[in-house]
Each structure stands twice: as structure tokens, then as C-alpha cells.
């Protein structure tokens, strides 16, 4: 039987008094998923344990088999923008981020307000290009938003600190400050990684803060896009379970990348452009045109894999910004124009889908936790009326499960 995993980016949620003590997915109507979850087994997924907060690239990795510790985040950013990496190539995840200044180094939004739009993430990343002035061969390429991807072509180390204030240790807890990377060894080259980083961070700022582009987002009231800070080194590419009976649609750098590295055959669109500094006006386009080009991959290419991998990133973005009413709209919108046609061609065509997420991102938190996820499997076997909610699943037959055996349980791993 051909199978489909269906992952909605940061799903998992707490009560919100926003919406009387509800979790997005119990406070959405969800006749589709409801339907599936009816005719299905449910669970509770803890993506890597009880005990690690994940990110959306561990969570993922292991969800497909793989052991966590292999994720690299910015081998599988770089990779999925489309660049090539050599052995010794730094690849890191970017943000442009707002400080107040250098010295202090205090940290007022990691995504600039999420305001920049695409013209003015290119023309800052051309000026950086241009202007920035360190002794080896780099490539700074702005992709998603406020997103982007840094590397240094050569042999350098990836056992530095990340630099972006939310990723400076590992319990998730978000600094305030910003800190210059610094060497997790005693090794010179490491030492040498660290200063051409910190030194590009530093010209970054120099030449980002009084930018044209930032002084007119001043002007407007917007936060200035005047620093790159950098996070998920990586330098050696990991060897993930190869998955060449699988498809995926990812959008999005980091799953694109995965999914390469995974041996995947990826369908993918150029993701709409943000114009007018409403990003939720171009997360609900994106969604959209996300959904139409699943629904069309499904139809035309699914037929010649046994498996397909389906992300949608934008459910995710209402938990960092504590908008639980959008959670909710997503939510419904992939309800009514997805989940209503993945029900009709699971059914005529006899696949079997799991849904779940990566990672649970409580609106009132802001953040990622360590709350497992509602999982469903669907067999289209009748059962007790449920809906696709935490509490639902988490009263399922199938009780706890971790992320890395997930497909074995449903035998997507043949």
C-alpha cells in the first residue's frame, strides 16, 4: 500500500485564553480531519524525547529514520537554496536580525519585525556582498523573508557557537543578547572559523544599520534589518537513510534540503514574494499555492513513488507570534482546500497517511516545546467518533511514539 506522511510545521499547541482555554486544532472546524481521525489510529509523538525541545531539523531527520544528532542545519539550508557544498565548506543558517548596537549587542526582534520584504532582503544582501571584506571566499544568499544562508568555501570547522541570540544553548531558552561565536575546542582551525565569522558579523552591522534601505523602515516605523546572525553550522554532510521510493513537496530551504539529502525526488515552487511588508497576507498566498501544488503533484507525479513527504511550513509562524485566531484560519484553510481532497484520493486510490508535525509551537510560549504532537494513522477502517485534537490522540491506541520509529510503525520504512 502506498503511503503518504503529511507534516504540519509547529501544530502541537497549549490552551490559549484567546480561544477559552482551547488548542488551535480543538478550537478549528475540521470536518476532513475529523474524518480521518474516525477512521484511523491515534497517538501522541514525541519527535526525538520526552526531554529535548526540537527544532524543525532534528525533528525531521528523525522522523525519517535517522538518529537527531546527525542534523545539520546549515548543510541542509545551503543544499536546499540550491547551492553545491564541498568537504570543508561552513554552511550556516542566517537571520536578519534587529539590535540596538554593537557594543550592547541587545537583541530587539531575530526576525526584523518579519517586515523585510524580498527587494529589500536583495538589495542588502548585494551590499553585503559588495562591502563586506574578510580573507576567504564567501557566498551570503538571502532565500525566504527574513532567511538566508552563509558560506565559507575552504576547510573550516562547524564545532563553533551559534551566534543567533534564541539557538545559544540547548535547553531553548531565548538570550537577549547577542553572543560572537566562539570555538567548542582547542583546535587553531577552529579558533580561525571563529574570528572570519565574527569578523563578517561585525561588517555586517557596519555596513547594514545605516543602510538606505533600514533608513527608510525607520522612517516607516519598521525595525531595521542591521545585522546577520548565524546558527546550525555544519561542514560535513550527513548521511542520511537514502529514501529513493519517496517524493516530497517541500517549499521551504531547510526541508528541500533534507529531503535531497534523503535521496528524495523534491517538486517544489518558488515561494510568493513579500511586497508589502503584511507577512500574513504572504503566508496565506504561500499556503495556498502550497496546497493547489501538493494537490497537483498528488494527481500527476505521487503514482511512480511509494511514498510522498508533504510539509507545510505556515502553521507554524502564528505559535512564534502568539496569533492563535491565525493558527486556527490555517488550520481550517488546510482543512477545507487540502484534507478534503488527500480524504477523496486516499479513499478511491486505497494510501494509507499519517499526519502529524515536527514540533509543537504553543502560541503562548512563542516558542518551540517539548509537548508531544497528535499523530493519526489512516487505514479508512471505521471507528469512534474523534477529532485530530492533542487531547483526542493523546487517549489513542497507539499511545507514545518517538519520532524515529514513527515509519516503521507504519511501514513506510520497506
Given at each position: 500500500m502506498k503511503g503518504i506522511l503529511v507534516i504540519l510545521d509547529g501544530i502541537g499547541d497549549l490552551d490559549c485564553?484567546?480561544?477559552?482555554?482551547?488548542?488551535?486544532?480543538?478550537?478549528?472546524?475540521?470536518?476532513?480531519?475529523?474524518?480521518?481521525?474516525?477512521?484511523?489510529?491515534?497517538?501522541?509523538?514525541?519527535?526525538?524525547?520526552?526531554?529535548?525541545?526540537p527544532g524543525s531539523d532534528n525533528a525531521v531527520i528523525s522522523i525519517l529514520g535517522n538518529n537527531f544528532s546527525?542534523?545539520?542545519?546549515?548543510?541542509?539550508?545551503?543544499?536546499?537554496?540550491?547551492?553545491?557544498?564541498?568537504?570543508?565548506?561552513?554552511?550556516?543558517?542566517?537571520?536578519?536580525?534587529?539590535?540596538?548596537?554593537?557594543?550592547?549587542?541587545?537583541?530587539?526582534?531575530?526576525?526584523?519585525?518579519?517586515?523585510?520584504?524580498?527587494?529589500?532582503?536583495?538589495?542588502?544582501?548585494?551590499?553585503?556582498?559588495?562591502l563586506a571584506r574578510i580573507p576567504v571566499k564567501f557566498i551570503f544568499q538571502p532565500t525566504i523573508q527574513h532567511r538566508g544562508v552563509l558560506i565559507f568555501r575552504g576547510g573550516f570547522s562547524d564545532n563553533i557557537t551559534n551566534t543567533d541570540s534564541h539557538y545559544l544553548n540547548s535547553k531553548g531558552k531565548v538570550g537577549s543578547k547577542f553572543k560572537f561565536s566562539q570555538p567548542l575546542d582547542e583546535d587553531d582551525n577552529t579558533q580561525y572559523t571563529c574570528n572570519i565569522l565574527n569578523e563578517f558579523i561585525a561588517q555586517s552591522?557596519?555596513?547594514?544599520?545605516?543602510?538606505?534601505?533600514?533608513?527608510?523602515?525607520?522612517?516607516?516605523?519598521?525595525?531595521?534589518?542591521?545585522?546577520?546572525?548565524?546558527?546550525?553550522?555544519?561542514?560535513?554532510?550527513?548521511?542520511?537513510?537514502?529514501?529513493?521510493?519517496?517524493c516530497s513537496v517541500a517549499y521551504m530551504p531547510l526541508e528541500k534540503g533534507i529531503a535531497k539529502v534523503a535521496g528524495m525526488q523534491v517538486f517544489s515552487f518558488n515561494y510568493p514574494k513579500l511586497k508589502?511588508?503584511?507577512?500574513?497576507?504572504?503566508?496565506?498566498?504561500?499556503?495556498?499555492?502550497?496546497?493547489?501544488?501538493?494537490?497537483?503533484?498528488?494527481?500527476?507525479?505521487?503514482?511512480?513513488?511509494?511514498y510522498a513527504y508533504l510539509h507545510f511550513k505556515e502553521t507554524d509562524i502564528p505559535g512564534h507570534d502568539n496569533k492563535p485566531h491565525d493558527k486556527v484560519k490555517m488550520i481550517e484553510i488546510l482543512d477545507n482546500k487540502f484534507f478534503s481532497q488527500l480524504k477523496d484520493y486516499a479513499i478511491k486510490n486505497r494510501v494509507k497517511v499519517v499526519v502529524t508535525g515536527d514540533?509543537?509551537?504553543?502560541?503562548?510560549?512563542?516558542?518551540?516545546?517539548?509537548?508531544?504532537?497528535?499523530?493519526?494513522?489512516?487505514?479508512?477502517?471505521?471507528?469512534?467518533?474523534?477529532?485530530?485534537?492533542?487531547?483526542?490522540?493523546?487517549?489513542?491506541?497507539?499511545?507514545?511514539?518517538?519520532g524515529k520509529e514513527l515509519l516503521k510503525k507504519v511501514g513506510f520504512d520497506k
Open positions: 485564553k484567546q480561544l477559552g482555554g482551547k488548542t488551535p486544532l480543538e478550537a478549528a472546524k475540521t470536518p476532513n480531519l475529523d474524518f480521518f481521525a474516525s477512521h484511523a489510529k491515534l497517538g501522541y509523538l514525541y519527535p526525538i524525547n520526552e526531554k529535548i525541545v546527525l542534523s545539520s542545519r546549515g548543510q541542509f539550508e545551503a543544499i536546499g537554496a540550491g547551492f553545491k557544498l564541498q568537504r570543508g565548506d561552513l554552511a550556516l543558517r542566517t537571520n536578519f536580525n534587529t539590535i540596538n548596537n554593537l557594543d550592547e549587542g541587545k537583541v530587539i526582534d531575530r526576525r526584523a519585525g518579519r517586515t523585510l520584504t524580498t527587494k529589500e532582503a536583495i538589495i542588502l544582501g548585494k551590499s553585503i556582498k559588495k552591522y557596519k555596513i547594514l544599520n545605516n543602510h538606505p534601505v533600514n533608513i527608510e523602515r525607520r522612517k516607516k516605523g519598521m525595525m531595521p534589518a542591521n545585522i546577520i546572525l548565524t546558527r546550525g553550522a555544519g561542514s560535513e554532510t550527513p548521511k542520511l537513510k537514502q529514501m529513493k521510493n519517496w508589502k511588508h503584511d507577512v500574513y497576507a504572504t503566508l496565506y498566498q504561500g499556503l495556498d499555492t502550497a496546497i493547489k501544488f501538493s494537490a497537483k503533484i498528488m494527481k500527476k507525479k505521487f503514482k511512480k513513488f511509494d514540533h509543537s509551537t504553543p502560541c503562548k510560549l512563542k516558542n518551540h516545546s517539548a509537548d508531544p504532537l497528535p499523530v493519526l494513522i489512516f487505514d479508512n477502517k471505521k471507528r469512534k467518533e474523534k477529532r485530530f485534537t492533542e487531547s483526542d490522540c493523546k487517549k489513542g491506541e497507539l499511545g507514545k511514539i518517538f
